[in-house]
């Protein structure tokens, strides 16, 4: 079974993370919500309050198939400056394992040179931290082993894309019309 890592830091934005988590599961894709801030409840941006899964001290990234970091700000600043997570980050992409990002997200990819060549998108007006990528306005970008999405309002297609690259497109299209999505 695949497996992903979803990091929750203070400051997430909350759809961008639940509804990852809600339509990837339904895929039954193993998915386990990761907090970086040493306390297993997470406040996101518009203060709504999860419990994580797991502490990011409790997992061993190598069984993960794919890390995905959600937006939200101050969330993914706070992803950012969390060297331990940023360590494995570098070391999926030049493994050639999967990482996603959403929303602001997609732009600590940019700046830690890993969308050299690669199609990418961000929220608006973040493209130029996109560095070195192909700016792209689409909802979802999905290039070799990075994923990216522009927001909220592309958070179902971005989850389909995740559940499209780990299994199957006939397992996303199922999940989409089990959710009414068209």
Not at 88 to 94: G, L
Not at 118 to 139: G, R
Not at 156 to 165: G, P, Q, S
Request: net charge negative.
């Amino acid at each position: 079974m695949k497996k992903v890592y979803l990091f929750l830091a203070e400051g997430y934005e909350e759809v961008e993370a639940m509804t990852v988590v809600d339509l990837v599961r339904r895929a039954g894709i193993k998915l386990e919500t990761v907090t970086i801030t040493g306390n297993n409840e997470v406040l996101g941006v518009h203060d709504i309050c999860v419990k994580a899964d797991r502490s990011f001290e409790e997992i061993n990234c190598d069984d993960a198939d794919m890390l995905v970091l959600p937006g939200g700000k101050p969330g993914f600043m706070n992803l950012e400056a969390y060297e331990p997570l940023m360590e494995q980050i570098d070391y999926f992409a030049s493994k050639g394992k999967y990482i996603a990002a959403i929303c602001a997200a997609p732009t600590i990819f940019g700046k830690r040179g890993l969308l050299k060549g690669k199609k990418a998108c961000c929220y608006q007006n973040m493209e130029n931290d996109l560095k070195e990528a192909m700016i792209s306005y689409e909802d979802v970008c999905v290039d070799g082993n990075i994923i990216t999405s522009r927001g909220v309002g592309t958070t179902i297609e971005f989850a389909l894309a995740i559940i499209e690259v780990l299994t199957d497109k006939q397992n996303a299209e199922n999940v989409a019309k089990s959710i009414v999505y068209n």
